[in-house]
């Protein structure tokens, strides 16, 4: 029975301290920085870059989803492309699902 005294005297002497705290929100404070350059910024950034990136996309382009299709652009609307995979074989894809816009020539190369 005595180890029960012990331990709620050391919780009463050690939940004294009032700068715990203090301390505590200082922390908080580097720790938002941290995650803010080391995960926003970076998801920000690339958001935009994508957004940049759709709506710079024109007819001719050659694009590759991120399903895996290569093919050229055909047609442009506001959400939809639509994108030759082969001669006569067209698909209309939403223009989020881009990944990235290829150099001219790489759809004929593959």
Do not use: C, H, W
Request: cysteine-free; hydrophobic content about 50%; overall charge positive.
């Amino acid at each position: 029975m005595d180890f029960f005294i012990n331990t709620a005297n050391a919780q009463a002497i050690g939940g004294a301290g009032g700068q715990s705290g203090l301390f505590s929100m200082l922390m908080f404070v580097p720790l938002l920085a941290i995650f803010y350059f080391l995960i926003i910024r970076p998801q920000n950034k690339r958001a935009k870059e994508q957004r940049e990136m759709l709506s710079k996309i024109a007819t001719g382009d050659e694009v590759a989803t991120a399903g895996g299709i290569l093919g050229k652009v055909t047609d442009v609307g506001e959400q939809f492309l639509t994108v030759e995979i082969a001669n006569g074989v067209s698909v209309k894809v939403q223009k989020f699902q881009v990944a990235q816009v290829l150099p001219k020539g790489t759809v004929k190369a593959a």
